[in-house]
């Protein structure tokens, strides 16, 4: 069932990490149980040798060791829904997971940024995750710290952040890149990364600095909408390096394939593990998406062109607009 209905859920960015989730926690244990047992499934089904404790265990302490982030909410939210923090760490890193020899099936997502006629820049996205249970477990997350807070529509039991918006400044989109090499615990994950950039950067300007230049776990997409003209760009990303596309007669998409040369040879890896179609279904979305939104546009309009064919999928689980310039915000999800 499709609802726009959302439960809002606050943070307190100025209380302890281990305080942060317990409202969460007692208000969504149930969902946040779920969707756990289900990505545990997931895991199972690629390998039984996933659902390894011993597994979890060393994963987990090379990710301290490598001072991984936002450990002490990790050890919260475990608590909470009864699962071990090494669990609880494996299940925030599955983006991160994905990347490690095809162990599990690539995440979807197709983004886009339109300048329309009665909003200016809006953002859209649909996420793709190949776990259905993320419908009912879908939040909107305001972070609070004194006067500052921006929002997140994200689920319950992730700590990062998959899309977020910092009213009248900027909103900002993760979509699943093909890998380049496997993902190394010291640097930071994608969700991990974009959510210190939504608590610390308070232009478009310096988020997109430090999305293009902060190493990185492994590679991404970053969609970034700001609210002046000209403010929007997609950042391809690796490890390292980046490649910056800006918006071109008033509209920019992105799916899961690099269009910069740059990187054009990466999308190989799509199809590397004998599923093929996957470049090219990436691809197919991006034009349709791109013929959708052709054409004078209200932000409504823009929302509604996330119902194309394809661009709307079987493992669509959320879709959202963000208007940072007046912080106007529209999500969807199927529960």
């Not at 499934?41 to 011993?54: A, C, I, N, R």
């Not at 991404?220 to 002046?228: E, I, R, S």
């Not at 509209?251 to 593990?273: E, G, I, M, R, T």
Request: aromatic share 8%; charged share 25%.
């Amino acid at each position: 069932m499709y609802t726009e209905d959302l439960p809002l859920r606050v943070i307190d960015l100025g209380s302890k990490e281990k305080d942060r989730w317990k409202h969460v926690v007692e208000q969504d244990y149930k969902s946040m149980r779920a969707l756990a047992k289900q990505a545990m499934q997931e895991l199972k089904s690629v390998s039984p040798l996933l659902l390894s404790p011993t597994l979890h265990l060393i994963f987990r302490t090379a990710y301290e060791l490598c001072g991984g982030m936002f450990l002490g909410e990790l050890k919260s939210l475990a608590r909470g829904m009864n699962i071990s923090a090494s669990l609880a760490t494996v299940l925030n890193c599955t983006y991160e997971l994905s990347h490690v020899g095809g162990a599990m099936r690539s995440f979807g997502c197709t983004a886009a940024i339109k300048k329309t006629k009665d909003c200016g820049l809006v953002l859209v996205r649909n996420l793709d995750w190949p776990l259905s249970k993320i419908g009912k477990a879908t939040r909107i997350f305001k972070f609070v710290d004194r006067s500052r807070h921006f929002l997140s529509v994200g689920v319950a039991g992730y700590v990062g952040v998959l899309s977020g918006m910092l009213p009248g400044k900027y909103a900002v989109t993760i979509n699943w890149a093909p890998p380049y090499r496997l993902p190394s615990m010291k640097k930071p994950g994608a969700s991990f990364l974009l959510r210190k950039v939504l608590e610390e950067c308070n232009s478009y300007k310096e988020a997109v600095r430090v999305l293009s230049t902060c190493p990185m776990s492994t590679s991404a997409f970053f969609t970034v909408c700001g609210v002046k003209s000209g403010e929007a760009c997609v950042i391809e990303r690796t490890q390292t390096d980046a490649a910056v596309r800006k918006i071109h007669h008033g509209q920019l998409v992105q799916a899961n394939h690099f269009v910069s040369s740059k990187y054009q040879h990466l999308n190989a890896a799509l199809d590397d593990d004998g599923d093929s179609g996957v470049l090219e279904f990436s691809q197919e979305r991006a034009g349709l998406l791109e013929k959708r939104l052709t054409g004078e546009k209200t932000f409504r309009q823009t929302f509604n062109a996330l119902d194309e064919d394809w661009v709307l999928n079987g493992d669509t689980t959320q879709q959202m607009a963000f208007c940072p310039k007046t912080g106007e915000m529209k999500v969807g999800r199927w529960t």
